[in-house]
């Protein structure tokens, strides 16, 4: 490797191992190099700096913040990497472990926040939290009102950690069972230690779900927090990554166009069964292609990832062809010539942005002003709803990956053009795949058009439905009644050990194809008042 376009961590001194990583990734940025080189050991990161940003708020549990503390933060940068070392057998041997206080339900300082970066790319790292966000062991006894959890050895256990989304396994295999125990708002008690390894919780409503000798897992909070974070990194390229512990959403990319991801592992280490109390990767307005390929998401209470916009919603017609829109939480900039679907009912309208402006900030939320190609339809209204073909991707495409003990759903799918194919979904306490819009809490659009899933197996999926969806695939939009999830395509999959292998609620043109059901009570579950046409060839069934 050329020295002139390489930076080492090692050359740089600081207070801490943060401090010396920040140190060397201005060197790069102000020498114009290609890498920053990190030694294969533990980096121990305590100090932080305080970044200016508009990214915090992304759903209605967001804190209204301004600035975010960050370990390290990249800026500004063009074709910058980050490499990390691998041991013998290609694992990342270079860990950024990310200070934690134990403080209960708090926010943490950021390992990594990068924003406005072109051709970033991150390789061979491996993140956590030490100590760790999350702990787990096993219910030794428990009367009507107070639970008693031997902790598994290596495992956080002190007295006063709180009790968040923390969910049930089954001892002998250890896979995700029944709904989860309790969830962001936590138990409503901190654990008590009474020993040592040995802690006790008073909750009669976490005593009536837990049985002695299940295996139990929980974190210590559960803030819409962001432990490594990329917005509008065009080109971003994510290789050999891997999560071990998480204190909020483990990753999300924000308004990045076009991103490669090969074996991003979020899994966590030692026996502690849960990586993170959110999503393991949010995508959130990316555009362009986005293909992931050798991905493992294992035990993440909620979604394994979750793709989606937010709903632009008319606020007032100024004229003919110009209207004012409000959307929920962050800023993203539009695209002239990019088209925005108005939607009233079922029917869509397509329109042409000629030009656009950001019109002002609003209550958890920014107002935008477009100026459209094309007449607004005579049905256009204050309350209508639109989605920017600008914030979803051209086309995403997820292969051999696979998705384990996820306390939501392995794939929330709220985007067009999708194509998921080889991949495995085991213990899924939602549906495996859901697809769909929400609007009530969050306004996530849109719907879920253009979708390919194919040659995947489902295993154990959907025990606990999710906006009235259940199965190893769900088809249904939060708040909306109709034919709105359209032109999906289930072929060649392997779906087994689930009450219901489909289930079509809000859904049309949908295609299942040589799809196999074992032990499958119902392969196809449809709402006759709703769904629309579905069409079944060479599905078959397997004997028990």
Known sequence: ??????????DFEGEDDAARIRAAILKAEETNADYVIFEPRRYHLHSTVIFATEGFEHDAGSASHDSKECHIVIQGTRNLTLLGAIDESGTPATVLAGYNGNEVHGYLPAILWCEDNTGLSIQNMAFTREPAYASAGVVTAKNDKTVWVKVFEGNPCYDGMGCYCM???NPETNALTGESVTYGNGAGALWKLEEPGLLSLTSSDVAAKVSIGEHVSWHQGAQTDFQTYFARCDELQLTNIRTLNANGFAMLTEACRHIAADQVVFRPDGN????????AWKIFKCSGDIRINRMQIEGVRMDGQNMHSNWLELKQVADKREALFFCHH???KLEIGSIVELHHGEEIYPLHIASWCHESKAE????YRIQFEELLPAVAKEGMLGSASCWEPDRYLCTNSTFTNIAGAGHLVRYDHLYILNCKYTNTMNPGILLGAELPVHAEGGHATDIVIKDCEFDNCGFFPRYGAAGCIGIKSSGFSGKFNTNIVIMNNHMKNSEIGVHAVDAHDVYLIGNTFANIEVPLKKEEAVTGDIWEHLNRMEPN
């Open 272 to 279: 502690r069964l849960f990586t993170a109390p959110r999503d």
């Open 364 to 367: 958890r939320g920014n107002l």
């Open 330 to 332: 962050t800023f993203a």
């Open 1 to 10: 490797m050329n020295p002139f376009t390489s930076v080492y961590v090692q």
């Open 167 to 169: 969910n049930r396994f």
